[in-house]
């Protein structure tokens, strides 16, 4: 294999750039050419690619977002839309791809397999929800985006003996806010893996007054079915103490990468480059008890994640 391409696909996550660096890299070294193809599979169909060297990815091991860019593409879901993309692999010569995103990028990377381009899919994502990985390039920088975040309301929380209701992102899973959770020593932390009512919240608000305690962090994934402002307000009506609502939102897939981000994004980037140089594709690297590893994307896609529920058992034991 001569050239391969890279790309940035879904949301963006920190430690992307650090993932984008160690694929130039460890291409050039290996002989191979490199192209960078903005936008997402956007910039596939659209053919916005050019050459990337060595020089071209210093200085950005230490930035978020992504020096590719990202979007979503509705076009790529298409038969016509994948044909185009293929099409332009063959014109600009690109004869695999590392893709770094989320679920949604590797079901991308597993179509454009089926037609011959080979690609190796990166985990990149803050939510922590891709089954066949322990672990995603972005998830230790968002915790501890979220964790600076609550421990700065925490200040005016206690200042005012209020509650404090936090939504953390997450898309439908709980990872971020149970990790975020037990971080910041919240009293209660609401995910959709578990079932857990307001009322469940304002018990244990209560039970926490009792034993002497003010001000409350109650943290929340946004993907339960009420609104922290909903919460919120029930929290207040219940139990009489004054609570506020918080949504953090973007604020946590952006900044500086953590050093593990920088350095599971390096490796996992080397990994997939590795298996492209063997012409290998339909792979998707991963982390798994301790060290790096590959799976078939098509097995991949089909993992289910468990949910951490003795972290959440902990979580709750140490919040009283």
């Known amino acids: 294999m001569k050239t391969i391409g890279v790309l940035t696909s879904g949301g963006d996550a920190p430690g992307m750039n650090a993932a984008v660096r160690s694929v130039v890299r460890s291409a050039i070294s290996m002989g191979m050419n490199v192209m960078g193809i903005h936008h997402g599979y956007n910039g596939l169909i659209k053919g916005d690619i050019e050459p990337m060297k060595l020089r071209d990815v210093s200085e950005i091991i230490h930035r978020g977002g992504t020096v590719l860019y990202t979007a979503r593409c509705k076009e790529f879901k298409t038969e016509e839309g994948i044909q185009i993309a293929v099409d332009n692999c063959k014109k600009f010569g690109i004869e695999g791809i590392v893709v770094i995103g989320g679920d949604g990028s590797f079901r991308g990377a597993r179509d454009l397999s089926l037609k011959g381009i080979p690609c190796v899919g990166v985990p990149g994502t803050i939510d922590n929800d891709i089954a066949s990985t322990d672990y995603t390039i972005g998830f230790d920088t968002a915790m501890n985006t979220a964790m600076e975040m609550v421990d700065r309301l925490r200040d005016t929380t206690q200042s005012h003996e209020r509650c404090s209701v936090v939504e953390v ?76 609502a918080t949504v953090l939102g973007h604020v946590q897939r952006g900044g500086r990468p953590t050093v593990r981000d920088r350095v599971m994004a390096s490796y996992m980037g080397n990994a997939a480059v590795e298996l492209l140089y063997q012409g290998i594709g339909n792979r998707v690297v991963c982390y798994d008890k301790g060290i790096i590893i590959n799976r078939d994307i098509y097995e991949a896609l089909q993992m289910k994640k468990p949910f951490d529920v003795d972290g959440y058992r902990i979580a709750d034991t140490i919040s009283r």
């Not at 209660?188 to 034993?211: F, G, H, L, N, W």
């Not at 029930?234 to 103490?241: S, W």
């Open 169 to 244: 992102m997450g898309r439908h899973a709980g990872h971020l806010a149970l990790q975020t959770g037990i971080a910041v020593g919240a009293v209660a932390i609401m995910v959709p893996e578990i079932p857990y009512s307001v009322d469940d919240v304002c018990k244990k608000i209560e039970i926490t007054r009792q034993k002497g305690k003010e001000h409350f962090i109650v943290v929340v994934a946004e993907g339960v079915e009420k609104t922290v402002s909903e919460i919120a307000k029930e929290i207040e009506e219940k139990t009489g103490v004054e609570s506020r």
